[in-house]
């Protein structure tokens, strides 16, 4: 198993590193805005010790959550910050004139360095943790100018002036600074607000401008200074170790300290510029030196990240009309509701919320022919098969692609010629009946023309008039007489007439046998106004 980072460093490294980070235990203590409170007073003062009276009017003067703090309460919390590391006692003798004075002004306390920056971190958090910070490109275009003047004055003769050098440095860093900071707030605040899914319409229009806009003008800007200040660093960069030593020569600064034998050793930190590192950062940022990328390169790759989420969110709002949206906002305000509500009330959200009446209500329908009462219960009721879909994601949303339209040109052209095939062969028919009308007895019809010629009498027959013969009273033998009978097609252009004649015998010859009508006879003619007359079939 690999050492982790911390137990890679010597054990006094991670001593000083446990030290400095339990620091910040008071942020997180249950108590941590009566620290927080207690610190700011502290940090409103420069080399000052306070004893605990001097703090109690403090804070009752400010108010706040550490107003009440009585005095033993406040020296308790004041001792767990000495404890944590975030302020020292102080080493000041104590002048009193009496015995009570001396006893509450006996413990004072002071600032230390390290309590002193981590309350101020902690108070430009909280004062501007959610804020979008403007990125100062303009300092970008003065960090051009100064390097710029900067080379110019180290090439002459003779170089630069130390004291200007040191000026112009120090200059060049602060703002080269500011502006890497606020770029990184900036894209930060950026990233927390893309990754939410729950913008309603304005908040994205807003967004999308901040994005199309002033995303756009600042790697605009970026892109342009670049590889200018990039070109400049490059010819800059063969003076600059003569150009750290004479600064060196001219101040030396903390680093002068003289640390003769059996002196404490002290840790410096130098100012920005004045080391090799720190202008080794200055280049990276600008240009690719260790093959990781620099920091241009990932800005313009956090600006498409940014574009493509942009465009996520329009995605999903475009999905929101059918009803496909983040529900976000609204389960919060229910989470709220169900946090403030008494239990009796809780079960009235619940069920006006989620509508959990029974399992008949989860909306899947049983089968048609499983109707069952509403007072059956669903213990003993039916098992009512729910789709994978509702039951593993709870949509009803059909997934995956909408299949193409089906193309029926093919059988929509075998239709037409089916049907046109079946219209020309009972035309045929027709003709042929029409030609054989006066002579059954010789000719042997088709079948198809034997066909049409049973559809026609079967019509004509079902149209008939029948008449009563025979003698009124019900005890006398009565019959039904055929009056008139006729039938026609139309589109064919045929029609049949039916007489019934006593004796008469009329005999159909076919390929599929013979038909004899008994005391019938047909005539087949024309079906008036179709004389000369086309007939069009189609199926659309």
Known sequence: MGATAQESLPETDRDDAWQRLNAYAYLSAPERLEYVAVMRVFCGTLLADLAVPDVLAKLAGSGGPAAPLDAETLTARLERLVHWGALLRSSHSVKASSITEYQRSRSRYQLSKLGERIQRDADEVLAGADAAREVSSELLALVERGLRELNELVQRPGGVEPQDALERVSTLFVQFTEFADSVRDFYAYLGQVLARYDLDSAEYQGFKELLLDYVEAIREDVAFRAPRIASVLDLLWPHLPGLLERLDAHALGLSGVPRGS?????????????????????????????GQGSQVDQLRDATMRALQSLLTNAKRMLRSASGEMSRRKDLLRLARWFDEAAPEEAHDIAVAAFGLYGARHLGVPPASDEAVPAYTSWWNGPVVE?????????????????????????????????ARAQAEARGAAADELRSAADRFADVRLTSAALGLLLELLATALGNARLRRTGAGDLDEAQEFGLESAQSEDAELGIRLTVRRSSGAKTVLHSVDGDLVLDDLELEIGRAAGTAGREVEVSVS
Not at 397 to 416: F, I, T, V, W
């Open 386 to 418: 729910v789709p994978v879909a509702l039951r593993e994601r709870g949509s009803r949303a059909q997934r995956g692609r909408a299949s193409a339209m089906e193309n029926h040109s093919a059988q929509k052209r075998h239709l037409q010629e089916v």
């Open 262 to 290: 059996g002196r404490p050793q002290v840790r410096v930190q130098r100012s920005r510029g004045r080391e090799k590192a720190d202008w080794e950062g200055l280049r990276g940022w600008f240009t690719d030196v260790d």
